[in-house]
C-alpha cells in the first residue's frame, strides 16, 4: 500500500508528461502523414512559437512608446491569450512561406526536402539568436495558472496541469477536425492519396500549404506552452524534435492516436525511470523506441511498416 | 571556402543520389532523418569557425610568424552559453596583448571551431588545430569530458592547453598532464567551502542531483565525503542525464524523500530548466538548495525568483575591490550590446588564463612549450592582479589554480538591475584546497612531453 501511494504520483506524473509529449509531436505527425516530409525545422519553429510568445506577453516597441504603455496596461492573462494564439498563427504563416520554398523539392529525391528543412532549422535558429539574443529568457504566467498547490503531502504545479489540460484540448480539436469537418476528410485523403485527391479537383497545392501551416501552428502551440517548464533559448528546439521523431516513428506515421499512445508510453516510461532508475530517464524512450520498432516496425498503429510510408 | 572554414561535421548524408523507385527514396529519406537527427543532437551543434583566417601570408610579407592561439570553446550543446563568455574573456585578452604588439613581437591569431559540449568532437577539433591550423596554444573548456578529450591531444603533440572554465576535481586529479593547466575551481574546493556550514545550518539528510557525467559524479563524490565526514548522511542521490529538461519526477521524489538539503551537481542548459521548475513548485522554500558552482551564464537572466539556495562562484562583478569597475568597463566597452551586460565568473577565469599564459610566453622569451610550462608551474598571481580577495596560485603538482571561492546566494537588496548575487563569504584557497587531487594526479615528465617551438 505504502508502495503504490508512492508510485500513484510518479504515474499522473508520466500521464501529464506524455500528455505534453504527444502535444509536441503532433504538428509533426501532421506533416509527415500528409505530406510525406519529415519537417526538421519543426524544433525551431517550437522555439520560434516560444519567442513571438514572449513577444506577445511582455514586447519591446521602443519605437512605439505610447503603444507599448498601453499594452503592458492590459491584463497578463489577456496577454497571454493573445500569446495563445497570435503566436502559432505567426509562426504557421512563416510555415507557409517554409512550405513555398518546399515546393521545388516535391517529387523530387525526398533528401532534397530533409535538407532544406534543416537548413530552415539552421536559419530560424540563427534568426532568433539575432532577433532576441541566446541569454535564457522567461515567459510570464498569469497567477491562476503559476505556483504550486497542494494535494495530500505532495506540491504539484499548476502550470503542469494546465499545461497538459490544454495538451488534452488541442489534441481533442484536431481529433475532431480531421474526423468531423470537409476539411479533415480532405486532408486524410490527401494522405492516403494524393493522386486521387488531385483527380478529384481538389488543389492539392493548397492542401499542402494549409497543412504545414497548420503542422507549423501545432509545433508553435507546442513551444509556448512548453516554455515555461523547459525554458527559453535559441537551441531549445533540439529538445524537442528528437521526442517528436521518436514518437511519431513508434505511434505509427500518420496516426493521431498512435501519436498520441505513443506520448504517452514514453511519458510513462520517462517519468518512472526518473523516480525509480534516474540514471535512464533518457534513455528509457530509447529502449522502448527500440523494443517497439524491433517487433513491430510499423509502429504501435500505422498501417504500413515505417520504411514504406 | 578554407580549410579552416569547413564543417567538421556532416550530419546530413553528403551525397544525393536519385532513384526511380518511391519506396526506395522513402526509405532513404526515412534513413537520412534518422542519421540526421542521431548525428550529435542534430542542428545545434553547427560548427562555429569565428571570423578570423589562419593563413601563410606572413611568410611571403617578411613579417613575423603570427602565434597561433586555438580556442576550444562550446558554441553549442549544454554549455554553449557559458563558452561563448569564456570565448570573449580569452579575446578580451588576447586584443590587449595584440595592442601592445603582440608577444614576443608576434601578432596573436586566434581561430576558433565549436567543440558542440561532445568529448568526441573536442579530441577532433584539438587534433586539427594542432596539426593543421599549427596552434602553439589551446584555450578553452567548460564541460569536463571535452576538456579531458582535449587534454590526451595537448599532452600527445605537447601542446599547452588551458582548462578555463571544467571543474571537475578529476582535472587536475587523475586526468592532469603536464601540458594542461586548470584554472576554475573545482567540486572540491567548492564543497570544502560551503558544506560543513549548509550541515549546521539546515540540517543533516541530504540528497545528491548529480548530472550523469564526470563533472557530476566527482563532484557529488566530493560532497558526499565532506557530509559524511561531518556527521551528515547522503539519503539518496539521483542521476540527472544531461540534457534532462523535465525534472518533474525529481521533484516529487525529492518530496517523497524529504531531505534538509539537496546538493546539486548540475550545470548548463539543465540546471536552468531546474532552477525554473523548483521555483513552479515553490521548493525553494521546504529544503535548503546548494548548487556546488554557480556559473554566471547559466543563471543570468532567470530572473531573481530563480535564484534561490547558496552556490559557489570564483568572482562577482560588484566585489568592492580595485580594479574590478574598471574591469567591468573594459568588457562593456569592447563588446557594447551584449546579451550579458557584465561579465561573470567564466569570462573572468577566460580572461585570467589567457592572460597568465601570454605573460609566462612573454617572460619565458620563447614559445618553447617546456619552458612556458615552467613558466606557469607554481606561478604567484596576486589576488589585487586577479581582483580577488585572496592572493593565487598554479599549483605545481597538480596545475590547478588555487583561487578565492565565494559564497554567494540571491540578492534581495540589489543595487541594479544585474546586481543578483549577494555574496556571503569568500573562502581563502588554503582553506579550500582539494588535498586528494594532489595524491591523485601524477604529471608526466618533461622528457616524456614532447618539446617543441612555435
Redesign the interface.
Known sequence: MDFLSQLLPHLVNGVSLGLLFALIALGFMLIVGVMETINLAHGSLFALGMYFALFFVAPSLGWFPALQAWYMGLSIEVRYLVALILAPVFVGIFGMLLELCLRRTYGRDPLYGLLLTFGAALVIEEGIRVVWGSSEKQLALPQAISGAFLLGDLIYSKYRFFASGFAILMILLLWLFLQKTPYGAIIKAGAHDSEMVRALGINLSRLRLFVFGLGVALAAIAGVVMAPIWGIRPHVGVDAVVPAFLIIVLGGVGSLWGAVIAGLMVGMVVGLTGAYASEWSLMSMYLLFIAVVTFRSRGLFGKKSVLDV | MSDSEKPLTA???QK????DSV?S??????K??GL??AGA????V?PFMGPWKHNHLWAQSGQKKPLVIGLTMDA?GQY??SG?MERLGAMMAIKEFNDKGGVLGRRIEAIHIDTETTPATGSRVAERMITRNEATFLIGAVHSGVSNAISQVAQKYGTIFLNTNSSSPTEAGKDCHRTKFVWDGNGTNFSNAIVKNAIKSSGRNWVLLTN?YVWGHTTSKATRAIVEANGGKIVEE????Q????F???L??L??LKPNVVATAVGG?DI??LR??VV????NE?MAWINNQQDW?DV????PE?IFGVFGTTWYWRLELPGVKEFVAAYQKQFPGM??RVPGNVYHNGYMATRELLRCTEEAGTTNNIAVIKKLEGRKMSALDRLQHFDAWMDPVTHQCQQTIYMATYNDKPAEKDDIFKILTQADPKDVQDMAAQGACKLESYDATPSYDA
Open positions: 550530419t546530413v548524408p544525393v543520389a536519385s532513384t519506396s527514396s522513402r526509405r532513404k529519406l526515412l537520412g532523418s540526421a537527427l543532437g542534430l542542428y545545434g553547427t553549442s554553449a552559453a561563448a550523469d539521483l542521476l540527472v542525464p540534457n534532462t529538461r523535465d518533474s519526477s525529481y516529487l521524489k518530496q517523497q542548459d536552468k530548466a525554473q521548475q513552479q513548485l515553490k521548493m521546504r551564464p543570468y537572466g532567470l530572473g530563480a546579451a550579458i
